[in-house]
C-alpha cells in the first residue's frame, strides 16, 4: 500500500508568538518549530498499517520554507521511506491554495491513502484535508478517531455533535487524523542514524497568497483581571454579588 | 444585487445559536453591499422550526431543503445541498458557522466551488470589493486581519462571538423550498452511537463550569454538574482529565479542544495553561476557584477566589439555588 502523509512545520504550543516588524507575519527569531501535533499521529497510523501489512511504501510531503526541512528530518527518523519538500516562502492562509499545489504534485502519483492532521495549530484552519479530497474526487472522513482497513475498505469514526459517526468508504481516500487515533512514538537511536543518511528531496512551488491577504496582525488586548475576590468559601456572597450586579452574567 | 447565503444548522430540531449569528452578520454584511441574505435551512423532515421567522434575524428569504438523507449530518449530501442552493442564488459570499458540523462543510463546499474560505473568525465586514475578516492565530497568541478576493468568498463565523440579533423583530422571510440535488457519495454513514442527548455542548452553552485536576477524580465533576445544571449551563474539562478519562474529550476546552466563547467561564481546580486559555479567553467574564494563590489563572480572571473548590463550590452552587430562587 502506498501512504501519503502530508505534515506542516509549525511553532511549538509554548513558543512566544509576536507579530514582526511589518505587522504581516510573526517573528521568527527564538521560535521552536515542531511537527504539527495532529500531523503526529498521522505518521504513527501510516507506521502502523505498513506495519501491520508488513510492506508498502510511507512518502511524507511538506509544502513549506527552507526550514520545514527539520520536520521532515524528525519525520524520517521515526522510518519512513521517501520525504519531500515543496519549497516556497508564500505561508497562505488559504488552504485552498495549499491543496492545489498538493493536488497537482501528488496527482502525478497514486496513493492508496493521504494522511493528514485534521487542523494545523498555527492557522487553524481544518481545511485543506476536506479541500485536497475534493480536488482530487476521493473521500475525505474528516476528524477521525478510529480507523480500520480490510482490504480496500476503510471504517472510521469520528467525534460528531450528537455522537460517534461510523463512516465507511474505500481506497483511494483522504483521512484526517484528531486526537484519539493513536499514541505517536519516538525515534528510535537506529531511526535517528537512519535519517542521518536519508536524502531530503526538494522541489520549488509557486503557492498563490492572493486570495486572502493579511493586512496587519494584532497582539489581542491583554485582559483587565485580576480580581482577587477572597478567600474560601467566606468569599462566596461578594462573588455573588459582583457576578449579578457588576457583570451582570447570573 | 448580490446574494449573502447564511448557511444554518438544525440540532435537536431547532435552528443552532451559532446558525442564528450567521444570518444576523449576514444582514450586516448585506446592508454593506446593498445585497439580499438568503438563509438556507438543511433538515431531515421533522423539525420544529418556523423558517419564516428567521426573517427577524435579518433574512430576506429562507431556503429549506428538508429529506430524510437529511437527517443526520452526512458531508457529501450537504455540500450537494449547499452548491444548489448557491448555484440557484448565484451568491457571493457564504457564511457558516464554525461549529464542528460547519467546519466540516466549509472547506468542501469551497474547493467545490474554488472559492476563497476564511475559518473561525471573529470579526467581518465588507470593505469595498471584499470580505474583510479578523482571524485567531496561533491559538489566539496573535489576530490577523485579512482582506478577501474572488468572485465567490466564503467564512465561517466562531461561535458565540457574533450577536444573533432581532434586528428586524416581528418580520417574516420569503419561504421556498430548494429542488433537492441528486444525491450521491462514496461514504456510507453506518452508524451514530448517540451520545446523551439532554447533554449540552460546550460551544452552545453562554455558562460553562469548567474543572480541572483539582477535582481530584470523575466523581469530583458531580458538584460542577450540579452548579452547571443551576446555571442551565455545560460542564468542561482540561485536557488533563480528559487525558485521565474523567470526562469525555468532548468537554474539552483549548487548543486541541473546542474554543469558546460563554458569558461566563468558572475555572475550578484548573491552572489555566496557555493551551486551555487559547480555548476560552474569548469569555465576557471569567472566574476562577483554585487553592494556590500563585496560579496563573488567578492573574487573569476577572474574578477569582483562592480557595479548595470542595468547600468553595458547595456554597457557591447553595447561592446560585437561593438566587435562582
Ligand atoms: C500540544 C498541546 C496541546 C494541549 N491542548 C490542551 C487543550 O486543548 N486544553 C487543555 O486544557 N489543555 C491542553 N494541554 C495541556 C495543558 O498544557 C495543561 O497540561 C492542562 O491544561 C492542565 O490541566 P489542569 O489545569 O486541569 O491541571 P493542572 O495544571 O495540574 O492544574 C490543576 C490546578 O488545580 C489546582 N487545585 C488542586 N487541587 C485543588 C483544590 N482542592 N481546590 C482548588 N484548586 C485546586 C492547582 O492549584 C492547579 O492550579 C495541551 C498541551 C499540549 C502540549
Ligand atoms: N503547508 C502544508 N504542507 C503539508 N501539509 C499541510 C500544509 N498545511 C496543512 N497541511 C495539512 O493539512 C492539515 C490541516 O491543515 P489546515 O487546513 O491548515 O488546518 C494539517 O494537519 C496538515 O496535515
Known amino acids: ?250 | 444585487m448580490s446574494t449573502i447565503l447564511a448557511v444554518t444548522e438544525i440540532k435537536d430540531k431547532n435552528i443552532r445559536k451559532a446558525g442564528l449569528e450567521v444570518v444576523a452578520q449576514a444582514r450586516q454584511v448585506a446592508d454593506a453591499t446593498g445585497g439580499q441574505v438568503s438563509a438556507l435551512v438543511i433538515s431531515g423532515p421533522e423539525v420544529d422550526v418556523n423558517p419564516a421567522q428567521l426573517g427577524a434575524y435579518g433574512a430576506d428569504e429562507v431556503l429549506v431543503a428538508s429529506d430524510a438523507k437529511l437527517t443526520a449530518y452526512h458531508s457529501d449530501y450537504y455540500k450537494q445541498v449547499v452548491l444548489a442552493a448557491l448555484q440557484k442564488t448565484a451568491a457571493s459570499v457564504v457564511l457558516f458557522p464554525a461549529t464542528s458540523l460547519g467546519k466540516d462543510l466549509a472547506p468542501r463546499v469551497a474547493a467545490a466551488a474554488k472559492a476563497v474560505l476564511v475559518s473561525d473568525c471573529t470579526a467581518l465586514s465588507w470593505k469595498e470589493d471584499g470580505l474583510a475578516a479578523d482571524k485567531p492565530l496561533y491559538a489566539g497568541k496573535v489576530v490577523a486581519q485579512l482582506k478577501l478576493q474572488g468572485d465567490v468568498q466564503m467564512a465561517s463565523l466562531r461561535p458565540g462571538v457574533f450577536n444573533a440579533q432581532l434586528l428586524r423583530a416581528g418580520q417574516n422571510a420569503a419561504v421556498a423550498n430548494l429542488d433537492l440535488p441528486a444525491f450521491s457519495s462514496k461514504v456510507t454513514l453506518k452508524e451514530i452511537r448517540k451520545k446523551d442527548s439532554c447533554k449540552m455542548d460546550v460551544s452552545d452553552a453562554d455558562i460553562i463550569v469548567t474543572g480541572g485536576r483539582g477535582m481530584r477524580s470523575a466523581e469530583g465533576f458531580a458538584l460542577l454538574e450540579e452548579l452547571a445544571g443551576l446555571l442551565n449551563g455545560a460542564v468542561g474539562a482540561t485536557r488533563a482529565v480528559v487525558d485521565v478519562g474523567w470526562r469525555p474529550h468532548d468537554e474539552q476546552v483549548g487548543q486541541t479542544g473546542k474554543v469558546v466563547s460563554p458569558s461566563l467561564y468558572f475555572m475550578c481546580g484548573a491552572s489555566g495553561s496557555i493551551q486551555h486559555w487559547a480555548g476560552m479567553s474569548g469569555s465576557k467574564c471569567i472566574v476562577a476557584i483554585n487553592k494556590d494563590a500563585n496560579a496563573p489563572i488567578l492573574q487573569r480572571a476577572d474574578y477569582s477566589i483562592v480557595g479548595d473548590v470542595f468547600e468553595v463550590l458547595p456554597v457557591l452552587t447553595e447561592e446560585v439555588r437561593k438566587l435562582r430562587g
Open chain 1, 1 to 250: 500500500m502506498n501512504i501519503l502523509v502530508l505534515i506542516k512545520q509549525v511553532p511549538d504550543t509554548e513558543a512566544t508568538i509576536k507579530p514582526g516588524a511589518e505587522q504581516k507575519s510573526i517573528a521568527e527569531a527564538g521560535v521552536k518549530f515542531v511537527i504539527n501535533p495532529y500531523d503526529e499521529y498521522a505518521l504513527e497510523e501510516a507506521l502502523r498499517l505498513k506495519e501491520a501489512q508488513g510492506g508498502g511504501k510511507i512518502k511524507v510531503v511538506t509544502v513549506g520554507p527552507e526550514r520545514a526541512k527539520q520536520a521532515l528530518r524528525s519525520a524520517a527518523e521515526l522510518g519512513v521511506d521517501e520525504v519531500l519538500l515543496l519549497k516556497t516562502d508564500t505561508a497562505s492562509l488559504d488552504g485552498l491554495a495549499i491543496a492545489q499545489v498538493l493536488s497537482e504534485s501528488v496527482a502525478k502519483e497514486s496513493f492508496d491513502l493521504i494522511l493528514m492532521g485534521k487542523e494545523a495549530i498555527d492557522d487553524g484552519n481544518m481545511q485543506v484535508g476536506p479541500m485536497l479530497a475534493e480536488l482530487l474526487d476521493i473521500p475525505c472522513l474528516n476528524v477521525i478517531t478510529k480507523l480500520t482497513l480490510s482490504g480496500r475498505q476503510v471504517t472510521a469514526e469520528r467525534e460528531g455533535d450528537s455522537g460517534v459517526e461510523v463512516l465507511e468508504t474505500s481506497l483511494p481516500a483522504v483521512v484526517t487524523c484528531q486526537k484519539g487515533l493513536n499514541e505517536p512514538r519516538y525515534p528510535s537511536i537506529r531511526g535517528k542514524m537512519a535519517a542521518m543518511k536519508m536524502v531530503i528531496a526538494e522541489q520549488t512551488v509557486t503557492v498563490s497568497g492572493d486570495r486572502a491577504v493579511v493586512t496587519g496582525l494584532q497582539v489581542p488586548s491583554a485582559r483587565s483581571g485580576g480580581k482577587i475576590v477572597g478567600e474560601g468559601a467566606a468569599a462566596v456572597p461578594e462573588l455573588i454579588k459582583l457576578l449579578h450586579d457588576e457583570a451582570k452574567v447570573i
